[in-house]
């Protein structure tokens, strides 16, 4: 597609249930990021991919949280036993040549955990 | 702390007027990027400035960088309402991903 396309755009979800978040990349960008931010802050990082080496995921603050890239494209980040910490706005970002060079972010999926 | 953090945290300007950010940060870096972010929505790449480069222009930005003090700034000449969002700086330090500052809140006012 033209940009990085993000779904749903919204979600509401009950403390304790488990949640997937997608992320569709531009068409040949092999590199695909996660990132969090919280209200009013900065970005963290979450997982990296790219093409078909292992993921890197130092960025995961929990077991809950997992993710994965099927066929080098398409991405769901997976976060288990929903807590209200893990409120945020989820970011997706793919990347035709990783941090050498720009970043095509999507417009990011807000969670709420009530 | 974080690798890259912005300066000041908000800046209010009236249409017209240059805003200038700056970007601290730690480690030494292959390059820094700044992005946009305007309300609800995802980060826009706005510019990349190499390690080895001191200086750079894009439309109505000017980047600099300064690695022996480990900073760079941005600076919007000619602000426009229009210019009205958060805006980032962010590293790659050799690793896999880039890292992101806290962000300046900056509001032009028409």
């Known amino acids: 597609g033209a940009g990085v396309s993000q779904s749903p755009s919204n979600k509401v979800t009950e403390k304790g249930k488990d949640v997937e978040l997608r992320c569709d990349p531009i068409s040949g960008h092999t590199a695909l990021y996660w990132y969090r931010q919280s209200l009013g802050q900065g970005l963290e990082f979450l997982i990296y991919f790219q093409g078909n080496s292992a993921p890197d995921k130092s960025g995961l603050p929990s077991d809950r949280f997992s993710a994965e890239r099927t066929g080098g494209s398409v991405s769901t980040l997976t976060i288990q036993r929903t807590q209200q910490e893990d409120s945020a706005v989820y970011l997706c970002?793919?990347?035709?040549?990783?941090?050498?060079?720009?970043?095509?972010f999507g417009s990011g999926t807000r969670l709420t955990v009530v | 702390s974080q690798q890259g953090e912005e300066d000041p945290q908000a800046l209010s300007i009236q249409e017209g007027e240059n805003a200038t950010m700056n970007c601290s940060y730690k480690?030494?870096?292959?390059?820094l990027q700044w992005y946009r972010q305007n309300s609800g929505r995802g980060l826009v790449h706005l510019i990349l400035i190499r390690s080895n480069e001191r200086e750079k222009h894009s439309g109505r930005l000017r980047v600099t960088l300064d690695t022996s003090k480990k900073s760079s700034s941005l600076l919007i000449t000619a602000s426009r309402a229009a210019d009205t969002a958060s805006y980032f700086c962010a590293t790659d330090t050799g690793r896999r991903a880039l890292t992101f500052g806290s962000g300046t809140r900056l509001q032009v006012q028409p």
């Open positions: 970002a793919s990347s035709l040549r990783g941090v050498v060079g720009g970043y095509t």
């Open positions: 480690t030494s870096i292959n390059n």
